[in-house]
């Protein structure tokens, strides 16, 4: 029997240069007239976000049985929304409430630290109501600007793609600062919705913490593979790198370990990748200074395209990739697709990229020492480096595959409509199996 052809829509946000050529973008002047008064960073209109959203609408515009409908806010659109069409996926951009001036003026004068975000979710229920869909797929909870739509959601089976979980006890520990809004409302979702999917043992166990009655399924994200260049010129020794450069992506790790590695090797270089706010920044320069490291770091704006990104990191010879707050990073896929060996501490998944034999030069949360150990033994073992290079490929080939990624998340759409309907039990394969993922203990984080 043929299956019905199944509507899906996604809320979540994200952007690529594909979809900015469809989108009518302007530069707010007079704001940014107020950020150089105020001296902060112009505002980022035009970069690409959220990399694997894109991979996935990407592997969708070929998927049979599946009429795809995604739905994303979009700062600087010269228009309240936009919709299009391209290679059969439709999308609809909306300009959010925050990109007005007038609203983040309105919500700083008097203090508002807990927006109901009316308009967003105004402008996202009108999409969903004219689309229709059958199963909607929140990509995140932990962004209250599009998630609160959930709450607005009845009588349609609702999916969250967890891409992380807010609600992390470590979480204080490891990013320094916890938003109370973004966790009671991650809370709230998690405690309404019924199926859930994610790729890692520690964002299972926190979810059927949150909701011990929630339906957990496993989803693998596809990678759009990086080009590799030939034979690159190499410019630099490591290369950090990360969309937002913050404590819980281990940056003030990174500064300690060169100062540490700098006493065997006075011309060790580091390249920072990614955005940073002027004011972190400057303690990272602090920092920097503080260590007597500042002929050996540099700092490099993140890449309106991610493709010209993975051009510029292949310019170092190793990654420096000391997260906290991830269980295996995008970045650290990217790094391996790319033949840069990997350092970086242990996580809930990072050990599990040890699979095959040793790909990732890994040690304990905040080990600076052992980091910084990690490193030297790359500069000092070309026959580890051989290894870990030999070894995350093999990683890459068996457990990276695209068609299987996509082939499971229509499986997914397709059960989550048919439990909620017609109550057919969930295929035992598509959901978390935790045998598969061991606990890692000592240091827990997401």
């Not at 859930?196 to 593979?225: G, K, M, Q, T, W």
């Not at 011309?267 to 990272?284: A, I, N, Q, R, Y």
């Amino acid at each position: 029997m043929t299956k019905q052809r199944l509507k899906v829509a996604w809320i979540c946000h994200f952007s690529n240069y594909s979809v900015r050529e469809h989108l009518p973008i302007r530069v707010n002047t007079l704001e940014s007239l107020l950020r150089r008064m105020l001296k902060k960073r112009p505002k980022k209109v035009s970069s690409d976000f959220a990399p694997w959203v894109t991979n996935m609408a990407k592997e969708f515009e070929t998927v049979e049985g599946i009429e795809l409908d995604i739905i994303s806010p979009h700062f600087g659109l010269a228009v309240a929304r936009h919709s299009f069409a391209c290679r059969g996926i439709r999308y609809h951009f909306f300009k959010p409430d925050t990109d007005y001036l007038l609203v983040k003026g309105f919500r700083r004068l008097f203090g508002i630290q807990r927006p109901a975000y009316r308009l967003n979710r105004r402008r996202i229920s009108r999409f969903v109501d004219k689309i229709k869909p059958d199963v909607i797929v929140l990509i995140g909870a932990e962004n209250p600007y599009y998630s609160i739509s959930a709450l607005d959601i009845s009588g349609i089976p609702v999916i969250l793609i967890a891409q992380t979980v807010y609600t992390n006890p470590d979480r204080q520990k490891h990013s320094g600062q916890v938003d109370r809004y973004r966790w009671d409302l991650e809370l709230e979702i998690h405690r309404k919705l019924k199926f859930f999917s994610c790729n890692a043992r520690i964002h299972r166990d926190l979810i059927l913490r949150n909701n011990p009655e929630a339906i957990v399924f496993r989803h693998r994200f596809p990678y759009i593979r990086p080009r590799k260049l030939d034979n690159p010129f190499k410019e630099y020794n490591f290369v950090f790198f990360a969309a937002g450069v913050s404590k819980k992506k281990g940056i003030e790790d990174a500064i300690q370990a060169i100062g540490i590695v700098k006493k065997q090797y006075p011309e060790v270089s580091l390249d920072v990748v990614g955005k940073c706010d002027p004011e972190h920044k400057s303690s990272l320069v602090e920092m920097i200074n503080k260590h007597g490291v500042a002929g050996n770091i540099v700092f490099h704006e993140y890449f309106p395209k991610q493709s010209d990104m993975h051009d510029h990191i292949q310019k170092a010879r190793y990654a420096l990739l000391p997260v906290k707050l991830d269980s295996i990073p995008g970045t650290i896929a990217e790094a391996m697709m790319l033949d840069l060996p990997v350092v970086s501490y242990i996580t809930s998944g990072t050990p599990r990229l040890n699979k095959y034999g040793e790909a990732v030069l890994l040690c304990e949360i905040n080990d600076v020492e052992a980091l910084a150990k990690n490193m030297i033994r790359v500069m000092d073992e070309p026959d580890l480096v051989d290894r870990l290079i030999s070894n995350s490929r093999k990683y890459v080939e068996i457990e990276i595959d695209n068609d299987r990624s996509a082939n499971n998340f229509v499986r997914m759409f397709y059960a989550v409509y048919e439990n909620y309907h017609r109550q057919v039990p969930i295929p035992k394969d598509l959901l978390f199996d935790p045998k598969e993922f061991p606990i890692y203990t000592r240091e827990v984080s997401i």
